[in-house]
């Protein structure tokens, strides 16, 4: 921690400066860079066999807001660059970037896309369409797709991730979580509100099946695992069976059909009507670990923690509340597994206000990068929060991976204030601390 203001008034200084090809700042002793042109917010993070980083981020340009992918060497400097838009005048919202490898007859690492359209009809109503497909390492679309940006849409849907089967049948599947006011094929209850969505597809445009999973109240959908025996693991939130929003996991067989008759509630808000919202989950050590954020009534954040075994069972004793070592409260948006297999959570500060020594007040800040060092069981480990950010805008870290060599590499939303947000990467060690 001796270092924590230092790293902050350092990042403060580099990150206050006016983006522009002039002042630009390059780093010489710590690997901070930024990226985009007007209004950009970072989504998820991957990186190639060959060492290149992909960014999946959201480009805004007036009234739209379209997919953005960016491709940048190892040291950080961009490579290509890309802008999808899925339909003109939209919010195309992306949620996440997943790896699927090395292609060896192309000699490309490929990977998949997930997100949704938000359009609105003449009447003036909202109306949803997922969206996925597959792209290169050179930000190519090589999904054949059923819509002119050869996106694979789905309607009535937000789609929130896709797997690819482990099937060995020749065809490549894909099976697409999402949430929708659509029901299908075993669902238990049908009450208008949104249910979890399931579809099994491929990418000619064939569905297999679709499922929905739905009760009391409105469920939505997060993230999606294939076991080893292909039973599929979804988590989310659901608000059946307790006050206010609650963490949800739910176990289907390969069909995507569940034999349970209520959801598996894995952690229940201690304070009636706050809500726990889920942002994040992996798989981790002792099965999937799941990070979040609850918003009690009087609407003060506080981080969690939680494991779950691969059937969807909370590990007993996961269940923690992540406070920072100032005890500020904060929202856990991101995590990855370090290769010491404890975890980095991310995430940020909502207020961030320093002291300069003991009682006595220091600067207020808006919104700030969180870093913290996790255990899979016992939560926080004190000692290692990390805080970064500019002094005139909200910053948020959304997504990371852990590098080969166990260094952590951050996708983060950077705030420049009057309109103008860039995609951020930081690389920082096991401890969350700036790397040169």
Known sequence: MKQFFLYTLLLCFIWSCTPSDENSPAPTEVFVKYYGQGTNEAVDLARTSTGEIIIL???????????????????????????????????????????????????????????????????????????????DADLNIISTGSDSSRFNLLENVITTDIIRTTETDGVEKFVVLGHSRQTFAGDPVSDGGYQIYLTKVDDQGEVYWSKSHGYLGDEESLALFENADRSLVIVGSTEAGADGRNVYVIETNSLGTSDKNAPRIVINNSVSGADETPTAAIKSSLGYSIVGYTTGVNGQMAGFHVAITPSGDMVANSNNVLETDYSLPCQALALTKTIYNDLMVLGSIPNFRETTGEGTAGANKLEQILLMRVSPLSGHIEGFDQNYGTTVGNDQARAAITLPDGDILVAATIDFGSGTSMLGLLRLNRNGELKD
């Not at 996440?96 to 003449?122: C, H, P």
């Open 57 to 135: 981020g959201s480009n805004i340009q007036s009234e739209s807001q379209d997919f953005y992918l960016l491709k940048v060497d190892a040291e950080g400097n961009e490579v290509a660059s890309e802008v999808y838009d899925l339909k003109s005048g939209s919010t195309d919202i992306p949620l996440k970037m997943k790896s699927l490898g090395f292609n060896s007859t192309t000699g490309l690492d490929e990977f998949l896309l997930v997100g949704y359209i938000q359009s609105r009809d003449a009447s003036g109503l909202d109306f949803f369409e997922g969206a996925w497909c597959k792209i």
